[in-house]
């Protein structure tokens, strides 16, 4: 009997099943895709040689913090376009959309002043252990030639995500898929012709790989943009968006209220993960480089929890905004089961290939192990992360924006933080050991997760008139 209320709770029919995965597929293609081809990229740099690859590592962590800026900054207002949408408001997407623009436009141009300024002295801070794996100044030119190049590719890539993430929380997944996967495609192509110098090219090394990715941002704006605007009964939203793009102050000051703790919790989560490998790199360049390949197959094994964390914020908001709390509440259950058990079948499979990936890296023998051993401890923990990341679309998803602040980046800085920070720099313990301390950190975390999200804190609708 007991076994029955669990499967009922837990477990859907594959009508459900179905409905989850075609939401969930195409951001997983799209993602995997992109993080496949940001590995070849990778694997293509590391043939570089270690400190090519190390400067790329760190300016590639330093972007990624503006990547989670604009999601942060999109995201407040993403809560309204998926609650809008299930209550056909298209004129409540349009001042989404036209919120979205003027939010990623100031964080684009603030993030392009930062790195102009501050650039070298931010790799630095990756640079300051010993010189174990490498020579510390090849690998400083080798980051500021590459993060010159990356700066023009920020503004295609803020587009993107405008267009992007307004299709999704509106319930287009395939589009953004397309587009992502044409502008891969492109990276891998311009990658290998420009780093190597193939076919005619000139060989432009780190430089080389910047351009390839930065020509491939301008390919998927093109791709979104001309296909929304070519497809109006599709997207309705985008009907006079541009007509104007004053959003009326009343709504300004509600999105903003919503949508600045998710703007800070990204930015300081981002902060936070960029001090962790900070943390990690006191140990030397050979840790830098070997996190690098470890943390490049994660990303490719991630995406299913990611885009099945996206699916809840997208299906739930979507329930929460038609005013379908009881089957709100019951979808998301098994929709983080569902997460949960698919990511303990991909940490298996990512554990047997931990051994096997770091070979590929023309890098010395003592990073291709270290690689190994932190590729294993992240498997261990993925359905940790699975559940997490779940959990924090749920409470996303109902608008909890204050809850989640708390639970993402407060949380790692009062623990994930500290617990690194000290054993980095007042213990000799080894790097791996440092990584475990942190993710067990992060059981308290799901300790925390589970008690909101089985109370039901996040079942709202926040767009109701």
């Not at 141009?109 to 794996?133: H, K, M, P, Q």
């Amino acid at each position: 009997m007991k076994m029955t209320v669990i499967r009922k709770k837990f477990v859907g029919d594959r009508r459900f099943y179905a409905m989850v995965l075609g939401i969930a597929v195409p951001i997983m293609i799209q993602n995997g895709i992109t993080n496949f081809v940001g590995m070849l990229d990778n694997i293509m740099v590391g043939q570089i040689g270690t400190e090519q690859m190390s400067g790329v590592a760190i300016v590639n962590q330093l972007i990624f913090v503006y990547n989670l800026c604009i999601f942060g900054g999109l995201a407040g207002a993403g809560i309204f376009t998926a609650q809008y949408f299930g209550q056909k408001d298209h004129e409540g997407v349009r001042h989404t959309f036209r919120y979205k623009f003027w939010m990623a436009l100031i964080l684009t141009v603030t993030a392009i002043l930062l790195f102009c300024t501050f650039g070298e002295d931010l790799i630095r801070l990756y640079l300051s252990g010993n010189s174990n794996g490498g020579d510390l100044s090849t690998a400083l030119i080798s980051g500021k030639r590459y993060l010159r190049v990356c700066l023009f590719g920020l503004l295609p890539f803020m587009m993107v995500q405008i267009y992007a993430s307004t299709l999704r929380e509106c319930g287009e997944t395939v589009v953004p898929m397309k587009a992502g996967v044409a502008a891969v495609l492109v990276n891998l192509v311009l990658n290998y012709l420009l780093i190597f110098g193939k076919m005619g090219m000139p060989a432009l090394g780190v430089e080389g790989a910047a351009l390839a990715t930065i020509l491939s941002r301008y390919v998927e704006a093109a791709i979104v943009i001309t296909w929304t605007h070519r497809n109006l009964d599709k997207n309705p939203f985008v009907v006079g968006v541009y007509r104007t793009l004053k959003v009326p102050v009343q709504l300004v000051k509600k999105y903003f209220i919503k949508g600045v703790p998710l703007l800070v919790n990204e930015t300081l989560w981002a902060s936070a993960m960029a001090v962790l490998a900070q943390c990690y790199s006191i140990r030397g360049l050979n840790v830098v480089a070997a996190l690098n390949i470890a943390n490049t197959l994660n990303n490719v094994f991630n995406v299913v929890f990611i885009a099945l964390g996206d699916s809840v914020a997208i299906v739930v908001g979507q329930l929460l905004g038609a005013g379908k709390m009881e089957e709100a509440r019951d979808t998301d259950n098994k929709m983080i089961a569902f997460s949960v058990a698919c990511c303990t079948g991909i940490a298996i499979l990512m554990l047997l290939v931990s051994p096997l990936f770091p070979k590929i890296y023309n890098t010395t023998a003592e990073v291709r192990h270290l690689a190994m051993q932190l590729i294993m401890v992240q498997a261990v923990f993925m359905p940790q992360g699975a559940f997490l990341h779940a959990a924090y679309f749920t409470l996303r998803s109902g608008g909890k924006t204050v809850v989640t602040f708390f639970f993402d980046s407060v949380f790692i800085w009062a623990v994930s933080v500290p617990i690194a920070w000290f054993c980095s720099r007042f213990t000799v313990i080894h790097v791996v050991a440092i990584l475990v301390l942190v993710q067990l950190g992060d059981f308290l975390k799901c300790l925390i997760g589970f008690i909101l999200v089985k109370k039901g804190v996040w079942l709202q609708n926040i767009v109701a008139k």
